[in-house]
DNA sequence: CTGAAAGCGCTTACAG
DNA sequence: CTGAAAGCGCTTACAG
């Protein structure tokens, strides 16, 4: 492997000159750019980029973490966060904790030891406190949540909104007890979820029903077993909103099997628009959200931020969300 | 941010003996160890990893590449992969090339600055040349893909064995006119599912027809214009394998929505054992691949290369595939 | 058992 | 326009 010195000496220069050809210092007389670029050429030389960024004091390198590959929608944000980032100089290691069996302690620590600059935290369920004290610490964006009262840059769909959105086509089409199944979690978009859902219950003139919504694990049988739980306490269940298309399939599959027991077949929305939710036989009604947006905008924002450029006043960023009406 | 020198100070130290300390160097007196360890917590110092991989001349990372993580095949690869890296104390650079939109070279590139210590590449469309001078220069492990003629590592299911099962199931149901539907992609892999597939038709006594193998866009208008022109060419096309779940989800929903005219309903089998074979409906009988293992093989590989510890003779890895028998 | 010194491969303020 | 020198934060052969 060759180094600066090395191609220093063969084009008769200094390291210094050399380092300066190769970022483009305009101030290299063009015939000792060019001498140089040749030798570089001829020795097939490329900088070692671990010595460049010691020297820098910068990874250039950002972490992305998320909860799983598993689901698509996840994957989704990972594709558009891949996309914008090439072309920007940077690397983006993309992690998961896979619902914490592998610990988010890992990615910290990559940007405490120097190995990344900054953070992309996808649906993290850090608490406020925890989040708080990591962005003074480190550059962080969140994804796919946000917290009123706090500095931090993030980028997510209208959550409150788009429930409420859901929950009004299921009212619209007369039905009246609709269920919420949901993963394990706690998030803030499930908060916001929740608090649009609620509403929408509320202005058709109805009550909350606290065991109309259900957490499961993401897998088939956990998500029967929480289904036919609501049906169990609410006979006439009609409608359906689920957390993500994952959760969406398995009961699609459960009501299919028999596994699920209904009165009737019910009016059933997901969210977030994957390809699964077209290939699901009935089709699923979903709300979309524009998943490599969301990803490609976090590492937009996160990217500003590490090259000290001005932020905006409102550190929340809503991109928009669709209603896809399909069969269910 | 404190340094090893910073510690040194405060300890009544040199560095060296601190470096020594932190890289657990059992010469280091047991009472000097303590101090030092206290100053490392009360500073909460944390080592500064670049400099430490410049000055080991080894990033500790190492890049994985794959086709995209749109298909819940490569997003399971990419999960095992994930999972063997932790604890290793490597990181590693999951990359999609998007089919070539976004370059390899980019990937291949964080290996020749030094950002990264050795390759995985899975179901990449390398020509065998290519690989060759790529695996001079760098560490790399095949995954979903070998070349008996190449001296690479590599780990992937038997595929032509797993062709030649599904083909003789949708013969043993009495199906003879047997169409295949892949992706865009030539492959190894597609090549070793070629093989068996003609050979269970072979000795069924059937000749191999071209017509009946029909590449398609992981998209639903193409798949669906690709199985309307095998059907065409094939008035009484019986059974259809799919290089994919994917692919067979789009053909199941083409079937269902009218968009594929075919006689009667064709006997499928699929790809990968993703979720998705399991939520379709019907469900895909599939051939399935252990998509975790697959990763935390090529890593474990990778992993065993770079630490120098000695090869198997044999530089192909098959892990076991499983035919599932579901409603397809 | 420990320290002084060199060096990994770059970049950059400084001087000329 | 260019070079000598220092330094990014570590590790390690060498000497004692």
Chains 1, 2 share one sequence.
Request: proline content about 4%.
């Amino acid at each position: 492997m060759s180094s600066v010195k090395e191609v220093a000496k063969r084009a008769g220069v200094s390291s210094a000159t050399v380092s300066r050809v190769l970022n483009n210092d305009p101030a290299v007389k063009p015939e000792t750019r060019n001498k140089v670029l040749h030798i570089i050429r001829e020795l097939n030389y490329k900088p070692n980029l671990m010595a460049k960024n010691l020297r820098k004091q910068s990874s250039k390198t950002i972490v992305m973490v998320l909860p799983t590959m598993a689901n698509p929608f996840f994957a989704g944000i990972a594709r558009g966060a891949q996309a914008a980032i090439s072309e920007s100089g940077y690397n983006v290691i993309i992690g998961t904790t896979e619902f914490d069996k592998l610990q988010l302690g890992t990615y910290i620590n990559l940007l405490n030891t120097n190995l990344a600059d900054g953070l992309i935290l996808v649906s993290s369920n850090m608490s406020k406190e925890a989040l708080l004290k990591l962005s003074k610490q480190h550059p962080v964006v969140l994804c796919n949540e946000y917290y009123d009262d706090l500095d931090i840059q993030s980028v997510s769909i209208d959550n409150r909104q788009a429930a409420y959105d859901a929950a009004r086509e299921l009212l619209a089409r007369g039905y009246r007890n609709i269920g919420f199944v949901t993963g394990t979690r706690e998030s803030s978009s499930l908060l916001g979820r929740m608090s649009g859902y609620r509403q929408a219950l509320q202005e058709a003139g109805m009550a909350f029903n606290e065991h109309l919504v259900v957490k499961a694990k993401s897998n088939y049988e956990q998500v029967v077993e929480a289904v036919n739980s609501i049906a169990e306490k609410e006979k006439s269940l009609e409608g359906l909103i689920a957390n993500s298309d994952m959760l969406a399939s398995y009961i699609l599959k459960g009501i299919k099997e028999g596994d699920i027991r209904l009165p009737g077949r019910p009016g059933l929305i997901s969210f977030d628009g994957t390809f699964l939710s077209e290939v699901m036989n009935p089709a699923l009604t979903t709300v979309a959200q524009p998943m490599y947006d969301l990803g490609y905008a976090s590492v937009g924002l996160l990217l500003q931020k590490l090259r000290n450029r001005p932020e905006t006043a409102d550190k929340r960023h809503f991109l928009p969300h669709r209603l896809i009406v399909r069969e269910t």
